[in-house]
């Protein structure tokens, strides 16, 4: 039930209570109906002017196991993607996320005016071989403070996870929108995932699809941080973003690599089955000089039973080690019956070295609930002395009831040092309510010095809004 209605509910019986003469009073409680004109709906608390939405979300992970060595590895200088083995000594970690989100909405002359605060919390502790034990940041569970195994702190990048200002933003308008403050980037990397079971080897490396650059940061392009915005509406599905971004980062070598102040413009494309954009970016705009800049370009299309992606990206850097990056995939589907084949390809190449990959999948809907799938996918590097990569997976989807499902995955992996098989099976709890909460065990075997390998994940989580 909404807090409004439990404050209408219990305000209205305090008036009935005391008589007639105050329940004429209650028209007080119209400034509840803020939220209603307004459209908003959720978890809401309503003033005379103002309608506050409140959203959130808390989730925990505990994983155990021997898990740390990462000896095998589909490696490449475009990026590479580690499977886990064991080495003898058991591994943990405990990580935590939380963040809750308070959006203030009033009316005005150009459309709903909007603050935005969100606050955020990460603490990622980690403990390696039973004694040596990391602490991730309070953002990214990256990096932290390393202690040797008789706790004595050995180094430091960050502290265990505090609570901190994620976003703190202001905006105003409707079919055009105006934004200014903390917030992230108005760049859109969509339109470019493969549509296989296995992903492509380089498209996970760069967390699914293409990218700029290989790493977040080595192309300078940093995004979202203190921002001015506007996104436009034009109608028929078209939408026209552009900003300044990053205009609280630094200018030099090693606090920005790009320099601080990055421009952005995107035109998308949403409707009728069809998704595409074009994204442009360029860095160190505030100095003048521009030192970075790249292009992110997606299409995704259905066409009754067909699917196909089209993605691209490239990107330059001046000052960085890596001065031309770029990464193209296409990838397609059909779903005939209860077959589905899918296919993928991909390209990405770093100053003139070009690797290519491939992926493809069969999925069977063998019976209500029930998913099989069959896929494979390959990596070919240009570094001398490594050749190339493949893996080779068969998985299983169940329903088992309406809130229960259990999945199941075997494979083999031979990469570019060693080769491994692996197994994995996972329940997962959907009771509803926004509450989730799974189990994972995985187990590797490797070839070469690597003992048995193995991992219990669990998590749990519950979302609010």
């Not at 807090?3 to 007080?28: E, F, K, N, Q």
């Not at 001015?228 to 026209?240: A, K, P, R």
């Not at 413009?265 to 705009?285: D, F, K, L």
């Not at 690797?355 to 019976?367: N, P």
Request: proline fraction near 2%.
């Amino acid at each position: 039930m909404k807090i409004r209605s439990l404050l209408l509910g219990s305000v209205a019986a305090a008036g009935l209570s005391t008589g007639g003469a105050y329940a004429a009073d209650l028209g007080v409680l119209t400034s509840l109906d803020v939220c209603d004109a307004l459209g908003l709906s959720g978890l809401t608390i309503s003033s005379d002017t103002n309608c506050l939405q409140i959203t959130g979300e808390v989730k925990y992970k505990f994983t155990w196991g021997d898990f740390d060595d990462e000896d095998l590895v589909i490696d490449s200088p475009n990026g590479g993607v580690a499977f886990f083995g064991g080495d003898g000594e058991n591994d943990w970690r405990s990580r935590f996320d939380a963040w809750i989100k308070f959006v203030a909405t009033a009316d005005s002359d150009f459309g709903p005016a909007k603050a935005v605060l969100k606050l955020k919390q990460v603490t990622d502790a980690r403990v390696d071989d039973e004694g040596v034990k990391y602490y991730g940041g309070s953002t990214t569970g990256d990096g932290g403070t390393v202690f040797d195994p008789g706790g004595n702190p050995i180094g430091t990048v960050s502290g265990p996870g505090s609570v901190v200002l994620d976003e703190a933003y202001v905006s105003i308008g409707d079919s055009t929108v105006i934004m200014a403050g903390k917030k992230g980037s108005i760049m859109n990397k969509g339109d470019d995932e493969p549509l296989t079971w296995l992903d492509l080897f380089n498209s996970e490396d760069v967390d699914r699809g293409v990218s700029w650059g290989p790493l977040p940061s080595s192309e300078g392009l940093d995004d979202g941080g203190m921002v001015i915005q506007v996104t436009s509406d034009l109608g028929n599905g078209f939408t026209l973003s552009a900003g300044l971004e990053n205009l609280d980062g630094a200018q030099t070598a090693p606090f920005g690599l790009g320099g601080a102040g990055t421009a952005v413009g995107v035109i998308a494309y949403a409707g009728e089955g069809i998704s595409a954009h074009i994204t442009g970016a360029a860095a160190g705009v505030l100095d003048g000089e521009v030192e970075a800049w790249g292009v992110h370009a997606g299409f995704a299309g259905t066409f009754d039973n067909f699917k196909v992606v089209l993605a691209g990206a490239y990107g330059h850097d001046e000052v960085g080690v890596i001065n031309d990056y770029w990464n193209v995939l296409a990838s397609a589907s059909a779903t005939f019956d209860m077959f589905t084949i899918a296919g993928a390809v991909e390209a990405v190449d770093l100053d003139g070295d070009t690797d290519f990959g491939a992926s493809g999948s069969i999925s069977v809907a063998a019976t209500e609930g029930v998913t099989i799938n069959v896929g494979g996918r390959w990596y070919q590097s240009n570094i001398a002395g490594q050749g190339d990569s493949y893996q080779v997976a068969a998985g299983v989807s169940a329903a088992v009831t309406e809130s229960i499902t259990l999945t199941g995955e075997v494979g083999y992996v031979n990469g570019d040092f060693d080769e491994l098989f692996y197994g994995s099976a996972k329940l997962a709890w959907a009771p509803g309510g926004g509450y989730t909460s799974s189990i994972k065990g995985t187990v590797t075997s490797g070839t070469d010095d690597q003992d048995l390998g193995y991992k219990i994940e669990s998590e749990f989580k519950k979302t609010f809004e």
